[in-house]
C-alpha cells in the first residue's frame, strides 16, 4: 500500500468510496457544507492506494472561526470496506497531520468519533465556543492544534474559506 498525493485520474475512484462508506448521507451532514464548492487545500489530498486501486482517501480544507482563527477541516477519511482494520485510516490521518504541520498550519478541525481521533491528539478542548452551519453533535467536534494555542479564544461559526471551484464561463453568465 502506497499513501501519495491524490491525482485528478483518482476522482472517480474516490467519488465512488466515498459514496460506499458514507451513503447518500454525506451531501447532507454540516461539514460538507464547508466543502460544497470549494477546493481542498493545496498539497493536502491523499489517497491510499495498491497499484491503481483506491482504498482510501483523507482530504483537508481551508476554514476560519468567527473569531478570526483559521483552521483546516479534515475530512471525510474513509476507507474500503475491504481493506478495513489493516492501519489504512490511521495513516492517512497520520499523512494528514504531519503534512499539515509542515506546510505551517496551526490547527485542524473535524467532526468525529472522539475515541477514534483522541489517538491523534484531537480533542473537545478548544471547540466548546465554535459551530457548525446546520446540525452537528457537538462532542463529535474535534480539533488539534498544530501550534500551540492557535485555537486559544476560537468562537463562532466556523465558515469555509480557501479557493472556491471555477465555475464554466457558460455557468457563470
Avoid at 86 to 104: D, K, P, W
Amino acid at each position: 500500500m502506497n499513501i501519495r498525493h491524490e491525482r485528478p485520474s483518482d476522482v472517480r475512484a474516490r467519488e465512488t468510496l466515498l459514496d460506499e462508506a458514507f451513503g447518500d448521507t454525506r451531501h447532507r451532514k454540516s461539514s460538507q457544507r464547508l466543502r460544497d464548492g470549494r477546493l481542498p487545500a493545496e498539497g493536502l489530498s491523499f489517497i491510499a492506494a495498491e497499484g491503481r486501486r483506491v482504498l482510501g482517501t483523507a482530504r483537508l480544507w481551508h476554514a476560519t472561526c468567527a473569531s478570526g482563527q483559521l483552521a483546516l477541516l479534515l475530512g471525510p477519511v474513509a476507507v474500503a470496506a475491504s481493506s478495513r482494520n489493516r492501519g489504512i485510516g490511521a495513516t492517512l490521518v497520520r499523512r494528514a497531520i504531519e503534512e499539515a504541520q509542515r506546510l505551517g498550519h496551526g490547527a485542524i478541525i473535524l467532526v468525529g468519533d472522539a475515541p477514534y481521533y483522541g489517538r491523534f491528539g484531537f480533542s473537545a478542548e478548544k471547540t466548546g465556543r465554535l459551530r457548525l452551519p446546520g446540525p452537528f453533535e457537538r462532542h463529535r467536534l474535534l480539533a488539534l492544534e498544530l501550534t500551540p494555542g492557535a485555537l486559544d479564544c476560537a468562537h463562532g461559526l466556523i465558515r469555509a474559506a480557501g479557493q472556491p471551484i471555477a465555475q464554466p464561463a457558460a455557468a457563470a453568465a
